[in-house]
């Protein structure tokens, strides 16, 4: 006969043995009857109502349930007592296939996430039908707001239903009063750029802009004409010159400009600097040696690998993102114009030098 005698620790190791996997989410009631209280006190608990007269024993109590079970809050439930959920949306029209121009979901995305939200993205394309559904999608959803953001700054028609949530239009803008909305400061950055050279030596300068019409294009050269002011420096309309914004554009501004007589240059982006090395280089010139370079954007896979690196301002697009998601919460002052607009932080390298004529 086989004894059924127990071996020394087998209870124990019986008693150590996982219970079986539930088959159901836990609730408010298995957790009350875990902590030995009703499922009311529970959901003081759950909802951290301070004021709530619970001992702090049994608040305990109801904490480690809580943590022993897995129990988590239905978040459906909350939002429709509250009226609104721990998701912020942003609709784009373009920033999520723009490698630069990506930071924003990147900036608002972590600002969100800061404050205890969650980021819903939608990237439309530019498609009306698209957007429409993305923005009803998050009114569904009951967001706290919506960030509506373009992938280039510009002044924007602010879609019907954005009008039903909460928002703030991130590198765009409306004239509409009221609109509140986060743009780069395109004077100060211009201004910036300016100043790169003339603190160099250069007076000289010339700049090419862009020829489509666009805040960025108008702001730029407001900046160079103040930082040139600033310096002492008439402003020469022969030393501005147009191309298209593009790295061709860049290149084929070369031969006017060398008819110039200038010791430096200020690219309106960083693509048509691309283009300007070229040019230079075709024409037996050295950068910085013979001519200084500045762009505007600092798209890193071209800014920093350039040869040399150029120097440029930065758009801040991390910082836009930021400063929706805060503007949004009413973490951030309303700016009494049109729109905030966000510093673009210079970056200094070596397509740079002093001016030999300074």
Avoid at 143 to 149: A, E, F, K, P, T
Wanted: proline fraction near 6%.
């Amino acid at each position: 006969m086989v004894s059924k005698e127990k071996r020394p620790g087998e209870q124990a190791t019986a008693a150590r043995s996982p219970r079986p996997e539930r088959t159901h989410p836990v609730t408010l009631r298995d957790v009350a009857e875990a902590a030995g209280v009703s499922t009311a006190t529970v959901s003081l608990v759950v909802n951290k109502k301070k004021d709530a007269r619970i001992a702090v024993e049994t608040r305990q109590r109801v904490k480690d349930a809580i943590r022993a079970l897995g129990y988590r809050p239905n978040a459906m439930a909350k939002t429709l007592v509250s009226g609104t959920s721990r998701f912020i949306g942003l609709v784009a029209d373009g920033v999520a296939t723009t490698p630069f121009a990506g930071q924003i979901i990147h900036g608002a995305q972590d600002e969100a996430w800061k404050h205890g939200y969650a980021l819903l993205i939608a990237n439309t394309e530019g498609n009306g039908e698209l957007e429409q559904d993305a923005i009803t999608m998050m009114l569904e959803y009951k967001v706290r707001g919506i960030l509506y953001s373009t992938w280039f700054h510009r002044q924007t028609d602010i879609p019907a239903s954005l009008r039903e949530a909460d928002f703030v239009l991130v590198n765009c803008f409306s004239p509409e009063p009221g609109t509140r909305a986060v743009v780069p400061d395109e004077v100060q950055g211009g201004r910036s750029a300016t100043e790169i050279l003339l603190r160099h030596g250069h007076r000289r300068i010339a700049f090419i802009n862009a020829t489509i019409p666009a805040p960025a294009r108008d702001g730029r050269l407001q900046g160079y004409r103040e930082a040139l002011e600033a310096a002492g420096l008439p402003f020469d309309p022969e030393l501005v010159m147009e191309a298209y914004p593009d790295q061709e554009g860049g290149y084929g501004a070369t031969a006017g400009l060398l008819k110039r007589d200038v010791t430096a240059v200020y690219c309106y982006n960083d693509r048509m600097a691309m283009g300007l090395y070229d040019g230079l280089r075709d024409h037996g010139l050295s950068i910085p040696d013979d001519i200084a370079v500045v762009g505007f954007d600092n798209q890193e896979v071209i800014a920093a690998h350039l040869r040399p690196p150029l120097s440029t301002v930065a758009l801040p697009h991390y910082e836009l993102g930021a400063a929706g998601v805060r503007m949004l919460l009413g973490l951030d002052e309303v700016p009494d114009g049109p729109a905030a607009k966000i510093h673009c932080p210079a970056l200094e390298r070596t397509s740079v030098r002093a001016s030999a004529r300074s």
